[in-house]
């Protein structure tokens, strides 16, 4: 069976209802040009049910196609426009497994504590499913990401409501001094091929941790822990520094893509804020199952029965400073679970906010924002400083920031990889090469976090000529967000300046520490002009939410094209932050207020490349017009709206599907195509009233979907597509 054309990702949540409503539109209209659009299921539950073939039905089995996408993107051919996924936290994957075990689906059970080796080998591999599985696969390019111009000119045009900073607001990021990943950090650059292994010394013996790893020449390596006692001595004082000051408390995290480190980070923060709990009913807790690593909404389920531990707990958090919270009504912290507040949505959130996060009162509040890890920090703590001291951003005049991220092939992909452990046992681990050279080695506390992680010399060269190529193509300020006097930056910076020397193109670039960076390019888009920020790949993460939040009140509307090493080209579609209240609406009152604005930018990037990559002058004239159409949707304010009753995702659909079809009924590069569509656009146009009344008509009453990990197929779709009118023409 051969690939098709385009491969659309399945995937979850918002996204996914939305692509129920909105694939059948595109797979209509590519047809008419001979391109065929397939899907891909890369879902939290494709995955899943892809990993545990045995314990399924013949019908239940699925192939895995995240597999297959891993090897398709290392060709010339790929051409896959990827929307965003769910990155699996514990309770995610717990919720999700348990939701498809009542539809009849034998999966075995996340084993919490694998003690047998069937345990251990099922935990493997849930193991492999959870944090940021899909992007390590996917991504065998580096991250071209920006503004599409009609989007950024939109929002100058209809600038969104920015909260009010004060130069003596209280709010302020606050991270560790020392013995955090980043005053830890090692790194080196290997002059040759070589395997490795990284075993923990102790004064019992030597701990394989994990061998079999392999590295080209010219990998970058780093190495480097956080501190358990330094952390819980730094969140102690935190908290009652908070206190003192009357402010919210809040921990800001990546629990998901940083799936083995932030978890227990996260869980120490649950501990240090119930302290005098877990002293008094450590044990005893223990023996309950519980696991703050997994949320303070863990916790309290699993001490439930017991009115002593509770009401222990109801006294401590009276006592605690109030924290910030993620639903103030439902009484949902920010500590309830890991995967509910992401650092790179959250912080951006409160900074576009006025510095504002929502307390237990169910009343905006001044907040310290707990950043613990010291290597990105200081980008929050500039931002904030800057707005203190010169007011929010004016989104009608301000400029962007485009971004060039390092990515491919894994690159510092910290803590989503097989290589951080929590050490059991005080000691001293290595990384030890395959000559026996120690390349790094570090003293460790029981307790410690220890992670390594690398960037391969193919991309990271690959990462300096995408930057050049853009600069050329922008004109604007670029700068390599890199600090000289951080061991990993450091490895880089020799990497980046013979490139940008050798192309002649030195005095075109800047290097600067994060910090600096962050004050610069708050200068620059504050005074209209543009930025393009050339980061690792957790910074690109973070400032590709920060920036497009600010500049246009979300990262959903991003174009992000990651230009393939071999080739071929994946199309991202934007964040999917916000996907799981979305999700919540459209149950309870059948809205959907997803943005289908990412697709619609990332589907005319794929027709174009298309065109370029086979030679399809159709998928061009299909490209372009899915341009037109997606300016239609923004000149005609067409995009959702957040409230019941409103138009919302499906009515944007229609819109979109008739300014497409216009713009393709009124070109004149190729009458077959005019020709073709003149009577799908006079139908989309007569059927205006119907379409819209039908579509209003759904909403109000809640939606049933089957599911919310794993959704039944006819049920979103006859939630999705409610319109008889508008299914008849596009069917």
């Known amino acids: 069976m051969s690939t098709p054309d385009i491969i659309y990702t399945k995937v979850d949540e918002a996204p996914e209802l939305a692509s129920a409503s909105f694939l059948p539109i595109i797979q209509k209209f590519a047809a008419a040009a001979g391109v065929t659009v397939g899907t891909k299921d890369i879902s939290l539950a494709g995955r899943i049910i892809a990993t545990f073939p045995e314990a399924l039905t013949e019908d239940q089995r699925i192939n895995d196609d995240l597999a297959e996408l891993g090897r398709l993107v290392k060709t010339a051919e790929a051409n896959?426009?990827?929307?965003?996924?769910?990155?699996?936290?514990v309770p995610q994957l717990v919720a999700a497994v348990e939701e498809m075990q009542s539809q009849g689906y034998a999966l075995p059970n996340y084993p919490e504590d694998p003690q047998t080796d069937e345990e251990k080998t099922v935990r493997a591999k849930y193991d492999g499913i959870k944090g940021s599985a899909v992007n390590p696969v996917l991504r065998e390019g580096n991250s071209d990401r920006r503004a599409a111009k009609a989007v950024k000119s939109y929002a100058q045009n209809n600038p969104h409501r920015m909260g009010d900073w004060v130069s003596d607001s209280k709010t302020r990021v606050a991270s560790m001094d020392g013995n955090d990943f980043r005053s830890n950090e090692v790194s080196a650059t290997l002059a040759a091929e070589t395997g490795a292994k990284i075993v923990l010394e102790t004064a019992n013996g030597e701990t394989v941790l994990k061998d079999g790893l392999s590295f080209p020449a010219g990998t970058v390596v780093d190495a480097t822990f956080m501190s358990a006692a330094a952390l819980d001595a730094f969140l102690e004082a935190e908290i009652a520094k908070t206190k003192e000051e009357g402010i919210l408390f809040s921990l800001h995290m990546k629990a998901t893509m940083m799936k083995v480190s932030d978890p227990i980070i996260f869980?120490?923060?649950v501990k240090a804020f119930l302290k005098p709990v877990f002293d008094k009913f450590g044990a005893e807790m223990e023996a309950l199952g519980v696991n703050p690593n997994q949320g303070l909404g863990a916790v309290l389920e699993r001490v439930e029965g017991n009115a002593e531990i509770k009401a222990a707990i109801d006294a401590c958090m009276a006592d605690q400073p109030p924290m910030y919270m993620v639903d103030s009504d439902r009484?949902?912290?920010n500590l309830h679970v890991p995967s509910d507040v992401i650092i790179d949505a959250s912080m951006p959130a409160l900074i576009r906010a006025g510095g504002k996060g929502w307390g237990p009162d169910g009343k905006e509040a001044d907040a310290v924002c707990v950043i613990p890890d010291n290597s990105y920090a200081p980008v929050y703590d500039e931002t904030i400083n800057f707005f203190k001291a010169n007011g929010k951003l004016n989104p009608?005049?301000?400029?962007?920031?485009?971004?060039?991220?390092l990515m491919a092939q894994k690159a510092e992909e910290y803590g989503s990889h097989p290589t951080t452990f929590e050490i059991a046992e005080a000691g001293t681990v290595?990384?030890?090469?395959?000559?026996?050279?120690?390349?790094?080695?570090?003293?460790?506390?029981p307790g410690d976090i220890w992670?390594?992680?690398?960037?391969?010399?193919?991309?990271?060269?690959d990462w300096v000529n995408l930057a050049i190529s853009r600069q050329k193509a922008e004109g604007c300020e670029a700068v390599f967000w890199?600090?000289?006097?951080?061991?990993?930056?450091?490895?880089?910076?020799?990497?980046?300046?013979p490139i940008l020397e050798a192309a002649g193109v030195a005095d075109k670039f800047k290097i600067m520490a994060p910090r600096e960076a962050t004050r610069a390019a708050l200068e620059t888009i504050t005074a209209g002009k543009n930025h393009i920020a050339i980061t690792g790949n957790v910074l690109r993460d973070y400032l590709t939410d920060l920036f497009p939040i600010l500049e246009l009140a979300t990262s959903a509307k991003m174009l992000s094209i990651v230009k393939l090493m071999q080739g071929g080209g994946l199309f991202e579609t934007g964040a999917g932050g916000s996907a799981p209240k979305h999700v919540q609406q459209l149950n309870e009152e059948n809205h959907l207020r997803w943005d289908s604005l990412g697709e619609f930018t990332a589907l005319g990037e794929s027709f174009q490349f298309l065109a370029e990559n086979r030679g399809n002058a159709k998928a061009k004239i299909l490209g372009e017009a899915v341009d037109a159409a997606t300016q239609g949707i923004l000149d005609n304010n067409r995009s959702p709206s957040r409230k019941v009753g409103e138009p919302d995702n499906r009515d944007s659909h229609y819109w979109f599907a008739r300014y497409w079809a216009e713009a393709l009924a009124a070109q004149s590069d190729d009458a077959d195509l005019a020709a073709h569509f003149a009577p799908i656009a006079k139908a989309l146009v007569d059927g205006e009233e119907a379409i819209v009344a039908e579509l209003a008509a759904a909403q109000g009453a809640p939606a049933d979907l089957g599911g919310y990990y794993k959704t039944d197929p006819a049920k979103t779709a006859a939630v999705m597509r409610p319109s008889a009118t508008l299914n008849a023409i596009i069917d």
């Open 80 to 89: 896959v426009v990827k929307l965003p996924n769910i990155s699996a936290s």
């Open 267 to 269: 869980g120490h923060a």
């Open 331 to 333: 009484g949902i912290t």
């Open 396 to 405: 009608a005049t301000a400029g962007t920031v485009q971004n060039i991220g």
């Open 430 to 445: 290595k990384m030890i090469l395959d000559d026996g050279t120690v390349l790094h080695s570090h003293d460790v506390q």
């Open 451 to 461: 992670r390594s992680a690398s960037a391969r010399k193919a991309p990271i060269e």
């Open 482 to 497: 890199l600090d000289e006097t951080r061991a990993h930056d450091a490895e880089l910076i020799a990497y980046v300046t």
